[in-house]
């Protein structure tokens, strides 16, 4: 076997010195060591492309002429609310499912999520053949309830506040030896999550920017990853809600931020930072836009009368983010020219339209 | 230059008489010369799908799982509702705006219509730079007026009834020299629809069924000759309001029907065949599937809970076929399993979502 060469030295001189210095590492090798600190890396999220490829969903990118004349920009919406399950999630949780050990998998899987997680999982769980015992609290919203059902998991019911909800997960897990997976705090998680960057910049090769929602961190962890081992310069920003900000407080403060409480009606946008994400957002990502409730329902009503897509509030946040003054007034982001933007889920209970219809 | 060769005369004895047969003819100049007597053929969709395709999307297929359960069928859910202007209807238009001579065009083009073929005239006129004259009744649905707008299509009012809309129609003809481009009976709307059957077979080529909705005519009738011509074993069905179901009235009684009143959720599939699509509908539809209003709702629920896609009630009509009664019921259709559906437009008044929304 030939020994793998290592970057040569060269001797030069400046100042009569005998100047010795490392040839400068390709830049693929900077970024791939660069990355090798966090939960996930592009050699992670590569594995975790050709692990979940027999069950996802390639998603459709649409553009339209409307919404482009109304941002100045060329935008580019990478639909994961096509996704199986409705949303993104399902590429983190079949990752998840799919490289646990046998045995491990026999035992089954846990989590506490009342969103699309929790669907996701249940998914990738029945598709293994194992069991999903999914922890719910007694207030979510019921299609994301229905979705959980429809793909066979064992719903576990809890009150409605993150300590009933961690000792009933807990409990399970006790009993049944089963395997807690983490909605986003997970570096097979957020690998899996990151293939969504792969497929978009190999639609679009010319995207210069994405926005992607921020909530708990593991979409865009993964995307950021992904995205700028394909290329570098690539810029990413978060879109976040001003009700629930604990990502753009933390970027602005240089540590993590929870909040005592949140305020939006993006229900999937209601997480905080994990120890395995927030180092990602820190370093890697390149700004946060946050934005209100009317902001993120006037983007809901543009995905719904414009582009025909029917997704939550959450899955609309990144063009609102795109169309909101934060952004516009940015000089650092002039250049932003073809955009890319996750609609990452389409879970919303419809009740009210039915009934309209109905009547 | 060679001559066409004809096909050549064998000459056999069976029975002692000298019997001189014509040798058959390949099956696709047979489709070709059966379809000639029709308002479009195979040629005319061909050519129509190399003069529009600068200018319309490639829609997306869609597959769910969870629906094909639902239906023991395979399906394949064909978006046009992610056409532009939202609905297939701009296939058609701007086939007919592009095939116009440069003098015909610099005057324009009118038509009377309150739904998505006004809407797709007026982008494809806008995309040409001519003017587009929409005459629009008083009480047509808000959302299909403002698209007519914002592609600037020029709006002249009428009131509500036939006889107003045809007399000012007319009026504007007169005065302007503009182009009349009825909304289906015309053969170069007819052609660039059939463009839809020749993209969905070449994105799913194991179709063995389609199901498309019908009103005036011109979708489906594109969509069978197209269809047929690559695949002429394939079944081509249409879905039908049972409140508005000339067209399935008309094929039994073989001649065409026209209703005094119609009655159906459905506002895009009220209009009556015409003259030049109902000889193809007759001769080439394998049959029509009614459902009532509340199948009706019912997909449209599905498609958007389900599928995450924002359509018109018309657009849900080819998934509330596929799960009816009558479908499943009909023997000879037992053998269909790859089942093509159009899932044909998306624009729909959705003010009591987003007011439920902002409560």
Known sequence: ???????SR????????????????????FVQLYMEEYAADIDSISKAQT????????TPVLTSDTLNTVAG???FFKCECFQKGGAFKFRGASNAIF??????????????????????????????GIPAYIVIPKNAPKCKVENVRRYGGQIIWSEANMQSREETANKVLHETGAVLVHPYNDGRIISGQGTLSLEFLDQVPQLDTLIVPISGGGLISGVVIGAKSINPAIRVLAAEPKGADDAAQSKASGRIITLAQTNTIADGLRASLGDLTWPIVRDLVDGIITVDD?????AMKFCYEIL???????GAIGLAAVLSEAFKQNSAWKDSLNIGIVLSGGNVDLGALWESLNT
């Not at 692990?51 to 390639?58: N, S």
Request: hydrophobic letters at 40%; a positive charge.
């Open 1 to 7: 076997m030939t020994p793998i060469k290592l970057p």
């Open 10 to 29: 060269e001797v030069f001189s400046l100042n009569g010195k005998d100047n010795t210095v490392a040839t400068p590492l390709p830049w693929y090798l």
């Open 51 to 58: 692990r979940i490829k027999p069950y996802i969903h390639v």
């Open 73 to 75: 920009k060329s935008l």
């Open 99 to 128: 490289s646990l050990h046998h045995q491990q998998a026999a035992k089954g899987v846990v989590t506490h999520s009342s969103g699309n997680h929790a669907a996701a999982l249940a998914l990738a769980a029945k598709l293994r």
């Open 294 to 298: 009317k902001e993120i329902v006037d």
């Open 308 to 314: 025909k897509v029917a997704i939550e509030p959450s």
